[in-house]
């Protein structure tokens, strides 16, 4: 007969079940950082920050186009979720919670910063006839969408794209495609609609979709 | 919701991606998408665009800045 639920038992609590020890991350057998840092363990910690600080640091750098602001929140971020590791019970929740504090902080930063106003461009999307037939076409160089490899110049192209989105439709963009939060998560950041995010979303990835096929139609003149 | 020309089709594609249509759209999108050969290549260019720029937008902490991080964090939490 199986032993009373673990639901992923805390840290003085029975021993969590084989089906759960996969669940938070240490499949192996081996006491995973999470566990061992939630008993306490700094260096247990130090490696569990290790695992995500590039996405949290990735986060804040898109968001404040700051080396320096980036590490002060990436900082803030792991120092708050030290304090949050008790309601934080898997890797998954614990990468979910540091990335959804990360874009809070980022968007707060920004929110504070005194930025001359700059004239946005509406994103711009594939062309259509008056009939509404598309007129671009995917070019050959990028018509294997799947398989395109990623260069440093497309890298770049892509860098510029996302640069020139609109600020509103650049946020969720990155919050949605780079940063893989959901809807609901962008929306309580934000403070923006589901709705209304969807539709920023759209837009903001036909603009990266035509930025790409300019960059293999035209060379890197995006 | 009509599905009268390529523009309604890209209109629709995140909603399509999503799961978020209703069958009959869903059929007759795919039926715009099985009659015209440019949307088709549209909708798979648009389904790999966030992937491309995921790996493309992808930031990695300077080491001597992940050497700080460390450094603070352990300032810090031994003090609390």
Known sequence: ?????????????????????????????????????????????????????????????????????????????????????????????????VRRVAANQSLSRLRHRKVASQVEVPPQGPEFTERGTLIDEVPDGARDAEGLSLDAELGRAIELASDALPEAHRQVFLLKDVDGLSYEEISEITGESVPAIKSRLHRARLAMRAAIDRFYRDGDNI | MPVDSCKDAIELLLGYLDGELGPDVVSKLEQHFGGCAPCEEFLKAYRATPQLCKKALAAKMPQAMADSLTGFLRGALKKS
Do not use: I, K, N
């Open chain 1, 1 to 97: 007969m199986a032993d009373a639920p673990c639901p992923f038992s805390e840290v003085d609590g029975p021993p969590l079940h084989a089906q759960c020890r996969l669940r938070v991350g240490f499949g192996d057998g081996t006491v995973g950082f999470l566990e061992r840092a939630r008993a306490g363990d700094l260096s247990a910690y130090e490696g569990l920050v290790a695992e995500h600080r590039d996405a949290v640091y990735g986060l804040a750098l898109r968001f404040t186009r700051s080396e320096a602001d980036a590490a002060e929140v990436t900082q803030e971020v792991f120092l708050r979720a030290w304090r949050a590791l008790a309601e934080l019970p898997t890797e998954e929740r614990f990468g979910a919670w």
